[in-house]
Structure formats: C-alpha cells, structure tokens
C-alpha cells in the first residue's frame, strides 16, 4: 500500500513538473528572416503534406494546388482561406505571419465529394504543447484520482453514490401528464413531422451530404443532441418519443392514443429466440452500421435505406412479436442508448416494492383497460437499471396503485446493480469505445487512406478496413482488458490463472463461429460460471467473472469519449443544419431566408479546452466505478489493488491514446 | 377519447402525408415560378448535366439556373463564348444569354472534375 501509494506520488510530481515546464515554454526558435514557402497538394480526401510545422513568427506562403477536383482550404484561428482548381494557369497562394503558437487545423471549403467534410490537415505552430500536457494531466489526475478513491471511496458500506432520490412524480400534474394517453404521441408527432422531413430527402433530395437537410440533421444535430443531452442527462429519454416504432405501434394497436388491441405478453416472450434475449443482436446489428457508416454519414440515400430498415424491422417485429420487441433487442441505438442511460440521473421505478409483490393481477405486465403492459418487456415493479426501460410511461398508466415513480436521482447509480449484468453488456461497451476513436481516426483525423477504407474507394481497402474495424471491436480492445483482468488476478492472488483456464472461451467462440458457415453443425455450449466455488476458497472470482464486472468501468470512459469526440465535429459542422432550415432537400428554396448562410466553424480551436476536460473526468470517474465495483467484490484491499493495477493502466493508457488522437 | 383518437390520427395523417405532398406542391410551385432552366451537373462517371438536351428559343433572353451534385464543374457554350462562375456542389450559380442564331449547341465543361473531365458535356437546341 505505502509503495504504491509512493510510486504514485512521485508520478504526481513528475506530471506537475512537466506541466509547469510545458506551460511555460522559453521562446521558440526565431523564425527565418525570409518567408518560408510551403505547397499543399489537395486530393479527395487529403492534404499533403497532411502536418504542417512550422516555428511561431515565421512569414508562411502557402500555395494550394488542387490535383484531382476543385479544393480549399481554410485554416483554423488565422483564417487564412485558399481555393483552386486542377491546372490552374496562376496557383493559388497567401502569405501570412505565424504568430500564434499552437496547432490549427484546415480544412477543404470546396465540396469535393462525400467525405468532403472529413477532409482535413493540420498545422502546427511550435511551440506547441497541448498534448505533453494533456498526457502530464492524465498521470496527475489518475494519481490523484486512486489515491481518491482509496481515501474516500473506501467504505464498503457507504453507497458508491448516494442514495436520494427526488420523486418528480409527487408533484400531482406531473403524474397526470405522464398518465394521459396521448402523453407520448404528443412527444412522437414532433418527432415524426421531422422524419418525414428527413426520410424525403434522404430519397429525393440534394445527393450532396451537407446539403441535405437527411444527413446533417440525423448525424450532426440529432447525434450531437443524443450525445450532449439526452443520453448523459435524460437515458433513454428519446427512446420515449422516438418516431420509428410508430407505424409498428400503429399495426399492432390499430389505434394511436386510446388503449387498442394488446398481444398479449407471452407472444413476445416465447416468441423472440432464448437465445437472442440480450445485447449480442443489437451489438452485432451496430457493428454491421458501422462497417458501412462511410457510406451512411455521407450519401443521403445510404442514411434513407438505414433507417427505412430500422421502420420496416420494427414494424415487423411488432406484427410477428408484438411489443416493442425491435427496441428491446434490435435496434443498434437502443443498445448503446440503453448502457449509457445506466449513468443518467433520471430513472423510472416502483415507489414501493411491497404494494408491487401484493398486487397480484400485475397489469403492468399484462395490460390493462387504461394501457398496455410494459411494450420492453419488464416487471416495472421489479427495475433496477435503466438499461432496457424505454420511458413510454405506460406503467404509469397501468399501476392501479400509482407506485410507478419518475426521480431524479445521482448519476451513474446503476452501475452499481450487480444483478442483470452480462458479457454482452459489457461488449457494447467495448464496442462502443472502439467505434468511437475508430471515428476520431477516420472522420477527423488527417488520414485520407483510412477516408479511402470507410469510403469503399476499393474493395481490397475496405475488406482490411473491415477486418481492422471488426479486430479491434471484437478482439483488441476487450482482449486487451481481459489481459489487465488476468494480469492483475494473477498478481493479487501470488499465482497466474494457467492460460487454458483463463482463455477456455476462445476454442469455444471459435467453433461457434466456424458452425455458423456449416447446416447442421451446432457450436459447443459455455461451461457454466463456477464463481461460487472460487469465492469460497477466498480467491478472487474467475477472470471471466471479474472481466463481466470490472468492464462496466468502460461505460463512463465511452460516454465521455464519444462526447468529446462529438464536440469536435459539432462546433465544426453544426452551422451546415442553418441554411437546411431553409432549404432542406437543397432544392434551392429559401423558407426563412437563411439559405445563404455559409459554412462556418464555431470556436474550432477551443476544441481541445472542451475535449480534455471531458476526458479526463470520464477517466475519474471510471477508475471510481471500477475501484467500488473491486470492493464489492474482493474485501482484502492488498489484494483488490493489485487486481486493479492493470485494469488502471489500461483506462490511463485509452485516455492517453485518445488525446494522442485529437490533439 | 374517440375525439382524442381521430384528431391525433389527422395529426399524424398530416404529419406523414401532408409534409411529404407538402415538399412536392411547394417544389412544384416553385420550379412554375421559375425562370431559369435548372441543369444539375454531373461528372461523366455519374451520368454527365442532367437533362442533358434543353431547348431554348431564339433572340430571347435565357436563364440557367445550375448545380452540381459531385464537385466542383464550370459551364462554357463556346459557340457563344459563355462561361459561368464556378458551380459548386449543393450551390447555385446562375447565366444568361440571348441566341442569336438557331441550332445546337454543346456546352461543356471547363474545370477539371474528374479524369474524364473532357467527356462532360451537354445540349443546347436554340429552336427556331
């Protein structure tokens, strides 16, 4: 304990020491007394030379030349703006002095072709720092941070959040409100108008992607609006008014608003395979988006096709299940969607369990004559996380005892529910994290080659693209976590776990994998989890175990990753939604009279400002959840802390990669 | 709730069927309105301007109203020595021009917009 305890503090100093040497830089080399010319080649999709360094108070010639389309360029902070195009008689050239330190980026102002936007390079003014300090601020803040949680988050007893909750319920209107049965309708219809709105676009309007009202306002606004407020602060709160499941509704109820016809429950539950009745269907279904979102986020039709299927599958679903069956295990937002609302303040939950247990007709699951039973699929009375609780509000409708309640409650309590946890829960959360600085690379990185890969420019590109994407999901990221899991296992306990028990799932997933391309051959069944055994030997739980619940510590970290890297793209791209308003199909039509509005980066340089903080308290905040998950588990603190070590290590080393990323 | 039940399923009606008739009638409207004959420019690989052939009459002013749905393309009717500005993808860019003689005409394009840059090219049948 001391020695760690030591080791840590010493890494503090070091971080604070280079933090004050790098905020304090001495000048920077004096720039050349002539001006330094530089020549950016422009290609779809890429600048070369894609970085750029020069020394702060340099005169800078930058001359564009455009080698395929018509390209621009305009530069971060300086403003700087270029356009040219293929052979261009007289070359397209500014000057300018350097005279800021840091690292901008430009980027091309000329539509290009679909990842137009994503088109990008960098320009370093030295000295330039941000990322030596952002790194010192890691090792500071983790230090810091484990040195925390030992001190404070120590007691076992103690609730890992506390334990108030305000019951907005109690106000009166608000339970009214939420027991009309117009309630959600009322919240879909806004909602529908604006994807009718989309949808004809998506089919009839502008092929060009940032003018169309399809993609900018489903992947910039209502990404940027999902990722900023109403997944950290709301859960699943737009699952509630979501518009797709409506014509599924619609054919399964034959009404809108009053109470119509009900499938009855055990359709649904004997309906949808046993074996799909988890995360690993929505998993795959996000991981298959995501393989083809070079084409989703940038070809109107591509986006159209996507979200047709999401209607037309839950449409069917509801016919052949009944109930929002699609929700529940299909659709690829409501899985991620679902993990991540573990950590919002908001909750929908029975006031009092007892008055549950003795209501015997359970209309919140069958139905009544004033709702449906729960469309998810859940025992109201029995909810504990809001991983797969959709906020339709039906409940409310159905409890003939008014003990349904929506609080306000702490963030992040139900990562501390330790019953309905799983391995496919954990993989989203993989899945998630992986995506997102995958995304980062691809979409605002300086690569044109990985821009090429998402953009199927050739299909042996896009086959190692794939393959990459699917690895590093599937296989890098959550193996490289089992590694810290079995590393630190095998450090507390004195003795490795031997590998063949430790990695006994491989040979099994593999054959499961090879029987899925042979009819008839079924893949070996998992052993059953022994952990009881184990804890009685007063061992540390199996890895398999402690990788199921030491991996709920990625949900925070992939939470404040996707955040941050939505921030980077929403100030960058955001002001495309403005002319849309006017001109949504980009038709040319000027509704409100800014259809002319151009293209502009807001506050594009304080990026990182918004971006490092952000990471860094989904660090804290990870290393929190993981160290009171080990206390519930493992009671010998020597123990518990070398367990932990790796698994540590790895969220320091995913955050420092992160920034390593975007800065 | 009978009331509550038809007006929310003319709300929806409206909401589904009414904005997409919407978009089409509005668009529809429009283009009457309009002057200008819209050419959407496309590159050789993704089907050349589109329409490709468009008739104007003789001694009278004419309009085209242009875009482009890839990247950046120039329009140039070198039989009457017209050159656009340049027509940027998701942008319009307006000439006009009044023939003083009947015929056809190609208009072509005159930014490199991709390698067969040199094949994009179009009609102008000025009747008679």
């Known amino acids: 304990m001391k020695k760690l305890r030591g080791v840590l503090l010493v890494l503090i100093s070091l971080g604070v020491l280079t933090i004050c040497l790098l905020a304090f830089p001495s000048a920077g080399k004096a720039g050349n007394d002539g001006v330094r010319e530089i020549v950016i080649h422009a290609r779809a999709f890429e600048y070369t030379p894609r970085l750029i360094t020069v020394q702060k108070g340099e005169t800078i010639k930058l001359t564009l030349i455009a080698d395929d389309v018509t390209h621009g360029l305009v530069l971060e902070k300086y403003g700087v703006k270029l356009e040219a195009s293929p052979r261009a008689e007289v070359p397209s050239s500014v000057t300018f002095v350097a005279n800021e330190g840091g690292k901008f980026h430009f980027r091309c102002t000329v539509v290009c072709g679909p990842f137009h936007a994503f088109m990008v390079g ?26 925390g949680v030992q001190r404070y988050g120590d007691n076992k007893e103690k609730d890992p959040v ?12 608000v339970r009214t409100l939420l027991k009309q049965r117009w309630f959600q309708f009322a919240l879909m219809l806004p909602n529908a108008f604006f994807f009718v709105v989309i949808l004809v676009a998506a089919f009839f309007g502008s092929p060009i992607g940032n003018a169309n009202f399809a993609i900018i306002f489903v992947w910039i606004v209502w990404w940027a609006a999902l990722k900023f407020f109403f997944i950290p602060i709301g859960g699943r709160l737009f699952c509630s008014m979501c518009p797709l499941p409506l014509p599924g509704d619609w054919l399964e109820h034959k009404a809108l608003v009053k109470k119509g016809h009900e499938s009855p429950v055990s359709k649904a539950r004997k309906g949808w395979p046993k074996g799909l009745r988890n995360l690993w269907t929505q998993n795959i279904g996000f991981l298959s988006v995501c393989l083809f979102s070079g084409l989703i986020l940038t070809r109107p039709i591509a986006t159209g096709i996507v979200l047709s299927l999401f209607i037309i599958g839950a449409a069917v679903t509801s016919v052949k299940y009944g109930r929002r069956v699609f929700c529940r295990y299909i659709c690829p937002v409501s899985g991620f969607t679902g993990m991540y609302s573990m950590v919002a303040p908001v909750e929908i939950r029975a006031i009092d369990p007892q008055v549950c247990a003795e ?33 339709c509000t039906e409940c409310f409708k159905t409890c003939p005892e008014d003990n349904i309640a929506l609080n306000i409650r702490p963030f992040g309590r139900d990562l501390f529910v330790y019953s309905g946890r799983g391995v496919d829960e954990v993989y989203n959360g993989f899945i998630m994290l992986a995506c997102a600085l995958i995304y980062i690379a691809v979409f605002l990185g300086p690569w044109g080659v990985l821009k090429d890969m ?10 190692a693209y794939a393959v990459a994407f699917i690895l590093t999901n599937l296989v890098i990221l959550p193996g490289l976590f089992y590694v810290a899991v079995w590393l630190g296992k095998g450090w507390a306990e004195g003795k490795m776990t031997p590998a063949k028990e430790a990695f006994n799932f491989v040979p099994i997933v593999w054959q499961n994998f090879l029987a899925l391309f042979k009819k008839g051959v079924k893949g070996p069944k998992f052993p059953k989890n022994k952990s009881n055994v184990h804890l009685m030997d007063m061992g540390l739980p199996p890895v398999q175990k402690l990788f199921t619940e030491y991996g709920y510590t990625i949900i925070p970290l992939g939470l404040a990753g996707w955040i941050a890297f939505t921030v980077a793209f929403a100030l960058v791209d955001i002001s495309y939604a403005i002319p849309l308003l006017s001109d949504p199909m980009g038709w040319g039509w000027d509704l409100f009279g800014t259809a002319s509005a151009e293209w502009v980066m807001y506050v594009p340089h304080l990026v990182p400002f918004f971006q490092i903080p952000i990471m860094l308290v989904g660090m804290v905040v990870a290393i929190y959840v993981v160290y009171r998950i080990g206390i519930h588990h493992i009671s010998n603190k ?18 420092g990669f992160f920034f390593w990323l975007v800065l | ?82 050159y656009s500005e340049p027509i940027h993808p998701g942008k319009w860019t307006y000439v006009d021009f009044t023939p003083e003689e009947a015929g056809e005409f190609s208009f072509v394009c005159t930014v490199v917009c991709s390698p067969l840059h040199s094949k994009v090219r179009g009609k102008i049948i000025v009747d008679n």
């Open chain 1, 638 to 655: 020597k123990m518990l802390l070398k367990s932990l070590a790796p698994v540590f290590f790895y969220i320091i080393m995913i955050t």
């Open chain 1, 359 to 391: 209501h015997t007709d359970k209309t919140c699951i069958t139905g009544s004559e004033d709702g449906y039973g729960c469309p998810w699929l859940n025992y109201p009375g029995g909810l504990e996380r809001n991983s797969y609780c959709g906020m």
């Open chain 1, 454 to 463: 998402a953009n199927i420019a050739t299909v042996p590109l896009y086959l």
């Open chain 1, 122 to 147: 960098e320009f370093v003014v030295e000295p330039y720092n941000k990322l030596s300090i952002a790194w010192s601020l890691t090792l500071v803040v983790a230090g810091m941070a484990i040195i």
């Open chain 2, 1 to 82: 709730m009978k009331f509550t039940e038809t007006f929310a399923n003319v709300l929806l009606i409206l909401a589904i069927v009414g904005t997409t008739a919407g978009i089409f009638l509005y668009e529809n409207a429009l283009e009457n309105d309009r002057e200008c004959i819209t050419i959407h420019f496309r590159t050789y690989e993704n089907g050349n301007p589109t329409p490709n052939v468009v008739h104007i009459p003789n001694n009278e002013k004419s309009c085209f109203r242009l875009t482009s749905d890839d990247t950046t393309h120039m329009f140039n009717l070198p039989d009457f020595g017209i």
């Open chain 1, 162 to 173: 506390p334990s108030w909750s305000f019951e907005l319920t109690k106000f009166k209107w």
